[in-house]
């Protein structure tokens, strides 16, 4: 009888380990471009610094033919724990306009991982959430 009561009290206190132990894993951090401007976004592109490498993303984030279109958005997934990022947009108005900010964020604020809100509004980006900030 002691055997199955210890045996029990074991299974109870692995299962309680195992289930809260899986939400402390490493997750991906939400980028969320917002398009405010009056014409699609078409192009975006994202830089990671983590450590002392830069993931570089010369290509466009977004599918082919695929755009933002405007009052709309599109979620990224970037790298957890990267120190930094260079987020550039574009869209083919009448005049091509390219827009490029490099931005600081924490990863965790307050125990959270906070999306990170950019937001497009023809003339240039703003970052919010996760203490984004914009380095100049």
Do not use: R
Not at 25 to 47: A, G, M, Q, W
Not at 49 to 63: F, G, M, Q, R, V
Request: proline residues 2%; charged residues 15%; contains cysteine.
């Amino acid at each position: 009888m002691k055997k199955w009561v210890v045996a029990a009290v074991v299974s109870c206190i692995f299962l309680i380990t195992l289930s809260t132990g899986c939400n402390n894993t490493i997750k991906s951090k939400e980028l969320i471009v917002t398009n405010s401007s009056s014409y699609p976004i078409t192009f975006v592109s994202i830089d990671q610094h983590i450590s002392k490498k830069t993931l570089d993303s010369l290509e466009n984030a977004l599918a082919n033919g695929e755009i933002i279109a405007e009052e709309s958005s599109k979620t990224f997934n970037i790298a957890p724990y990267s120190s930094s990022t260079n987020l550039k947009i574009s869209n083919n108005a009448q005049k091509s306009i390219d827009q490029h900010l490099y931005f600081t964020y924490d990863y965790l604020l307050e125990g959270n991982n906070e999306a990170i809100t950019a937001t497009f509004n023809g003339t240039g980006i703003t970052v919010s959430g996760s203490n984004a900030t914009p380095v100049t």
